[in-house]
């Protein structure tokens, strides 16, 4: 199953929460225990974080001690020696839905973080000055404010119900166009955005390969090969030196 990676020269990973489960960041987790899925999208939404900022805050803060304490799995290794080992003409980008960082950690070096980082705060204004920075503190007693503006701070991370910023997703479409090998890791074939990444994939030309714990529900055909299992176990020998 050992891919050749001197056949490709524009490599595009997509990968979701499966490849951190074995970092123990497979569910929400903070002070107060596992959130309900019910919960994180209620609290986790843009609208929360206008109306009742503070659930915000116990929310995502409540979620940086873990990543912090979180270590890079054998999937993010894998991965970013590949990365290490390509030669100067090939491109490779890295896109994660997962905002634990833990692939930078791992040393990957061109990664796109499509739904932002856990373990930066920045300011809900828009207009403000204030630069994005690294934050370790939880804020899950008292919602901090901005130092230039007054207004509410946040995690910069993507909420529900807010859009993928431009940057990023304009980054994925162009590495897409020209794709030739796309590898999606721990994230389901099904939904959005690797349904649609795929998709363009495909239509590039590119080898399309699906590595997930689980079987799709509905198999998606741009998909052209499957290998199931978890990614820490898988992703080792695909991308074997
Ligand atoms: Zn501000």
Not at 30 to 58: I, N, S, Y
Not at 101 to 129: D, F, I, K, P, Y
Not at 153 to 182: H, N
């Amino acid at each position: 199953m050992r891919l050749d990676r001197s056949k490709y020269s524009r490599i595009v990973v997509l990968t979701g929460a499966g490849i951190s489960a074995a970092s123990g960041l497979r569910t929400y987790r903070g002070p107060d225990g596992v959130w309900e899925e019910h919960e994180v999208e209620k609290f986790g939404h843009a609208d929360a974080l206008a109306q009742r900022p503070q659930e915000t805050w116990r929310l995502f803060g409540g979620m940086r001690e873990p990543v912090l304490a979180a270590k890079p799995n054998a999937a993010h290794l894998a991965l970013a020696s590949w990365e290490a080992q390509l030669a100067p003409h090939q491109e490779f980008l890295l896109v994660t839905q997962n905002v634990d960082a833990l692939h930078q950690r791992a040393g990957s070096r061109n990664v796109v973080e499509l739904h932002g980082n856990l373990m930066v705060t920045r300011c809900s204004n828009t207009a403000c000055t204030l630069k994005p920075y690294r934050d370790e503190q939880t804020h899950v007693q008292a919602v901090p404010k901005c130092p230039v503006c007054g207004a509410v701070l946040r995690p910069d991370v993507v909420l529900f119900g807010e859009e993928i910023p431009a940057l990023p997703s304009w980054t994925v479409k162009r590495a897409l166009r020209d794709c030739d090998l796309f590898i999606a890791i721990g994230t389901s074939g099904l939904v959005t955005p690797a349904a649609n990444y795929v998709r363009g994939a495909e239509y590039a030309g590119a080898r399309t390969i699906l590595v997930n714990l689980e079987p799709m529900a509905q198999p998606n055909p741009a998909f052209k090969e499957q290998y199931l299992g978890p990614a820490e176990k898988i992703l080792p020998a695909l991308l074997a030196l």
